[in-house]
């Protein structure tokens, strides 16, 4: 069963940072894909990002949702089954509770919407307030 643990979240100030971390355990494929979601009260949850774990690339092919292009950078590490996001110039209105999950089908990122995607983790909460 795969599962995966967000961490890295927390309060901070609108134009700050965080690094965000995914880790996954029960992971057996070499080549995969991993995007990170964010869900607001209220609202339905938003596809941020997502990048295409390669065992024989050395480069990785990411997407971006239009909210967060500019501003947030996507990478993995493919040996430890990892992916990270980069959140910079953070705004109030990305204040969310921030998700990973796998693609379904397989290790082409697919649209960024929950439908192509499982094996959520309990995510991990992300504040930007004054």
């Known amino acids: 069963q795969v599962q995966f643990v967000e961490s890295g979240g927390g309060l901070v100030q609108p134009g700050g940072s965080l690094r965000l971390s995914c880790a996954a355990s029960g992971f057996t494929l070499k080549d995969y894909a991993i995007g990170w979601f964010r869900q607001a009260p209220g609202k339905e949850r938003e596809g941020v990002a997502c990048?295409?774990?390669?065992?024989?690339?050395?480069?990785?092919?990411?997407y971006y949702g239009d909210s967060v292009a500019g501003r947030f950078t996507i990478s993995g590490d493919n040996a430890k089954y990892t992916a990270f996001l980069q959140m910079n110039s953070l705004k109030p209105e990305d204040t969310a509770v921030y998700y990973c999950a796998t693609a379904v089908w397989g290790s082409t990122c697919p649209p960024l919407t929950t439908h192509y995607f499982a094996a959520w983790g309990q995510g991990t909460q992300v504040t930007v307030s004054s």
């Open positions: 990048i295409e774990m390669r065992d024989d690339s050395s480069t990785h092919s990411t």
